[in-house]
Nanobody
Framework: QVQLVESGGGLVQAGGSLRLSCAASRSIYTFRAMAWYRQAPGKQREWVATICTSSATNYTDSVKGRFTISRDNADNTVYLRMSRLQAEDTAVYFC??????????WGQGTQITVSS
């Protein structure tokens, strides 16, 4: 089974920045795509950003211009750099990986709390 481990969460002041990391147990180049999702208290889980094997990226509208998803194949790690954080960004952030066989893997999540 594929293991994904997120790290980098914590408490940050509004307007600040954080970088989340997602370390995979195998080469991330073997995945069809990797993505970040988040789930805020009382809300449904939402997609945040995706990066594919070509390094093409996509973002949900609410984070465009503020978040950057990137990949380091050598370290088997995907990152989510977050800037100009808002209270609305408070959520548990999950890393996901999709295989070419159609399987999806999820990390355990990491909490980001943005205070005013």
């Amino acid at each position: 089974q594929v293991q994904l481990v997120e790290s980098g969460g914590g408490l940050v002041q509004a307007g600040g920045s954080l970088r989340l990391s997602c370390a995979a147990s195998r080469s991330i180049y073997t995945f069809r795509a990797m993505a970040w999702y988040r789930q805020a208290p009382g809300k449904q889980r939402e997609w945040v950003a995706t990066i594919c094997t070509s390094s093409a990226t996509n973002y949900t509208d609410s984070v465009k211009g503020r978040f950057t998803i990137s990949r380091d194949n050598a370290d088997n790690t995907v990152y989510l750099r977050m800037s100009r954080l808002q209270a609305e960004d408070t959520a548990v952030y999950f890393c996901t990986a999709g295989t070419f066989a159609g399987n999806d893997y999820w990390g355990q999540g990491t909490q980001i709390t943005v205070s005013s």
